[in-house]
């Protein structure tokens, strides 16, 4: 077997070989059980006493929400600001100016929701200090809010019947001291023995070998970088994310970085598991995901090592792949790899151009983007899949006549209902989204914006449409990769996927939560003859088969548009 | 609510010093230990820096081995890629014209000998590297033009040639700049 492919297995399995272990531990701290990382214990004391908070007092689900929502208006507020004025704030070595208030407003937002969009540059459209202490910030914690609104939703299913939920502050808190910040530690070190740097120096300036003068971005990546991969949230440090020599410099810093953004993911299902005591269900759970990611990866595989048809046409030898956009040190087999996991799972950073990918690769970015839950984001992966789980057993209970029911919880019309509203929420921005664009795009291209509707594609046809669709899906799902060509840092992109990404983040994870709450509080049915099992191969199908249905009939049609038709121009 | 509004304030200014102040001040003082001393790995040559270990610069003499198409023109403060899409004819026609540059500099070559990555953009614009077979097309014209056997050349390849990771994973690669150094060493 050639060396690429072999790379990615190893990659997975180190992954993997990490994450089981990890879940375990995080059952356990969740539980408020003995781990090893108990020496940790005085600093979180100390930050709960500094907040004035009790860590103790049990929440229901409601209190949960709120407390959530609040912390995150506190960041909105406070990120929009520093953003705003960047530029008259300290450490700005490069002079970069400070947002517009509309790419302010976007670029906060797309952190706090731990999507990291990003319509600006990152050589040149933020500060050192608005990287750490709204960036960086923002990607440690949005990731703990996602992990911590998981957690809430294992307690609802942890006892038989429980109103009290737990505190968000502590699952909050201890998902960064004991889980981001020592992890994040030991990646940003990696990396910064590899060649990322982590001074906080500007720009330097050298003439080449052949007299060039060449200027040259850098700043402290190292640690930023670390928690963008391992919080799931993708935003890059430089322009083009891991693509960029320093932010990505060899192929062992590829393998961590995907191994970063894969493990907590994977981690959260497996707690799961042993959070509720019920490990058959979390592996079947794991099961379906890791079935949906090979579903895709091995045809985004198919397509990338098999080059590109067109260049093929001129006679050009792609022995190892589609190269347009790809750095030659991670090779299109890595390259097919990250772009599944990145999008399957909401990490969203890049090491080669979605853009540039073949055209079938771009449907199977689209549609890991669309279901959300192959794993998925921190915390919310598994809050995704959630949703899918209830509808499966709403359909389940209809076919065969039976109450349905989770756990032993009934499953009623109100949480049908909330389901149903998520469900139907995803395809309606999405499509909505990239419809009004289209509409835009057509009827409005002259409109005196930063970047004039008919200048915002950056390719023709079918391809431009991918663009749009894939602009809208990314901020739908919270994911924050781009096909980039766009040019998306104008009024219309920043205030539209403003709103998706708020709204595309907050009620997809209080609809679980709400479920959770309800349900966790219901009487408990003892299990009997007549219940529907959920830790089954034939249940496991079944929400598998009602997770293709569902993303098939909400996309089919967009994609048919886009990527499917340039597929079938480029066969002619 | 309001009891959660001044948790939440102060909870994020407790985070802040944490994660914005200690997390990467820990992380600068031990890069500080690296090559490069934390500001990326720099490469000089008569004691003036010619340029970054991992990052591309543009070599177009013909005396040279040359990189990667670059998007940027290998503008280190502004990194990007192409994002053209594979069916956009206009991307196309400079894929075209690259292979018919690559083609007029190397009349020996036929069109299967030419890899990919000589003719497409890379993603950062950036890429310090390419392939063995991309070094192996341009042995010839760069010993012609420097007056040296191209079995010198060649063996000069073979030496910068950076195999897989721990020999088993990931494609095997060679650094522009590094290699290109060499040469000139090799000169005196």
């Known amino acids: 077997m050639n060396t690429e492919l072999l790379g990615i297995i190893a990659t997975y399995l180190l992954t993997l070989a990490i994450a089981i272990p990890l879940g375990k531990y995080l059952a356990k701290v969740f539980a408020g059980e003995k781990v090893w990382t108990d020496f940790l214990k005085p600093i979180e004391n100390g930050i709960f006493k500094l907040s004035g908070i009790n860590p103790k007092e049990e929440m229901n689900w409601k209190q949960h929400l709120k407390a959530l929502l609040t912390i995150n208006l506190v960041w909105l507020v406070y990120g929009f600001f520093v953003l705003l004025y960047q530029d008259k704030l300290p450490l700005n070595p490069d002079g970069n100016p400070g947002m517009s208030p509309d790419l302010s407003f976007n670029t906060v937002i797309s952190f706090v929701v731990n999507c990291n969009l990003q319509h600006y540059s990152g050589e040149s459209g933020v500060s050192y200090l608005t990287q750490h202490f709204v960036l960086m910030f923002l990607q440690f914690v949005s990731c703990a ?73 850098r700043g402290p990546a190292a640690g930023f970088i670390a928690i963008k991969h391992l919080g799931t949230n993708g935003g890059g440090w430089f322009g083009v994310n891991s693509a960029h020599p320093l932010e990505n410099p060899s192929y062992l810093t590829a393998v961590v970085e995907l191994f970063a953004q894969v493990v907590i993911p994977i981690a959260m299902v497996i707690a799961f598991g042993y959070f509720i005591r019920r490990k058959k269900l979390a592996w079947m759970i794991f099961g379906v995901m890791t079935i949906g990611m090979l579903l895709l990866l091995i045809p985004t595989l198919s397509s990338e090592l098999g080059g590109s048809p067109a260049i093929a046409k001129m006679g050009i030898s792609q022995t190892t792949g589609a190269m347009e956009g790809k750095e030659v040190r991670f090779g299109p087999a890595l390259s097919a790899y990250w772009s599944t996991v990145t999008t399957i799972i909401s990490t969203g950073s890049v090491n080669s151009m979605h853009d540039s990918t073949m055209p079938l690769t771009g449907v199977w970015q689209l549609l890991g983007m669309m279901i ?172 598998f088969a009602v997770i293709v249905v569902l993303n098939a009939l909400s996309y089919f049609p967009a994609l048919a548009l886009g990527p499917l038709a340039e597929y079938f121009t480029m066969l002619k | 609510m309001k009891k959660y509004l001044l948790q939440s304030i102060r ?149 910068n040639t950076e195999g897989p990771l721990l020999g088993m994973f990931g494609p095997s690669v060679i650094n522009v700049l590094k290699l290109n150094l060499a040469l000139d060493e090799l000169k005196k």
């Not at chain 1, 006892?159 to 990646?187: C, H, M, Q």
């Not at chain 2, 543009?58 to 899409?85: D, H, I, M, Q, T």
């Not at chain 2, 097309?137 to 040296?148: D, E, M, P, T, Y």
């Open chain 1, 145 to 217: 809010t996602g992990i911590a609104a998981a957690v809430v939703l294992f307690k609802a299913f942890r006892d038989k019947t429980s109103a009290k939920l737990g505190n968000f502050w502590d699952f909050f808190v201890k998902s960064i001291t004991r889980l981001l910040l020592p992890l994040s530690l030991v990646v940003a070190l990696v990396l910064a023995f590899n060649g990322t740097p982590t001074s906080y120096e500007g720009k330097d300036q050298f003439i080449s070998v052949q007299g060039d003068t060449v200027n040259v971005s």
């Open chain 1, 372 to 543: 959300n839950s192959f794993y998925g984001g921190c915390g919310v992966g598994i809050l995704n899949y959630f949703i899918y789980l209830i509808i499966a057993v709403f359909i389940s209970g209809l076919m065969v006549g039976r109450t349905p029911e989770f756990l032993g919880h009934k499953v009623e019309a109100r949480e049908i209902k909330i389901a149903a509203l998520v469900t139907l929420l995803s395809p309606f921005l999405i499509l909505a989204g990239t419809a009004i664009a289209s509409y835009v795009f057509t009827n409005y291209g002259e409109a005196a914006w930063a970047v004039q509707p008919k200048n915002w594609l950056n390719n023709p046809g079918f391809h431009g449409f991918s663009e749009m669709l894939y602009e809208m899906t990314s901020s739908n799902a919270n994911n924050g990769s781009g096909f980039e060509g766009l040019g998306d840092n104008n009024v219309f992109w920043n205030v539209a996927t403003g709103f998706v990404l708020m709204l595309g983040r907050f009620l997809p994870i209080i609809g679980p939560i709400a479920i959770a709450g309800l349900l966790g509080a219901k009487k408990h049915i003892p299990e009997s003859a007549g219940t529907l099992k959920t830790d089954t191969l034939t249940f496991s199908l079944m929400t």
């Open chain 2, 11 to 159: 909870l994020t200014a407790v985070l802040l010093v944490l994660l914005c102040v200690v997390y990467p001040l820990i992380v600068a003082f031990a890069g500080g230990f690296s090559k490069g001393n934390g500001g990326g790995e720099k490469i000089t040559k008569n004691g003036k820096v010619v340029g970054y270990a991992l990052i591309g610069q543009n070599f177009s003499k013909p005396e040279y081995f040359w990189g990667r198409p670059s998007a940027v023109g290998y503008n280190a403060a502004g990194s990007g890629g192409s994002n053209k899409g594979p069916s956009n004819e206009e991307y196309l026609a400079v894929v075209s014209g690259r292979i018919d540059t690559l083609l007029k500099y190397h009349p020996y070559l036929k069109k299967a000998d030419i890899p990919a990555d000589m003719v497409t953009a890379s993603g950062s614009g950036l890429d310090p590297n390419i392939s063995e077979q991309a070094a192996i097309i341009q042995i010839k014209r760069v010993a012609a033009n420097r007056g040296l056997t191209d079995r010198a050349v060649a063996e000069l390849v073979v030496k």
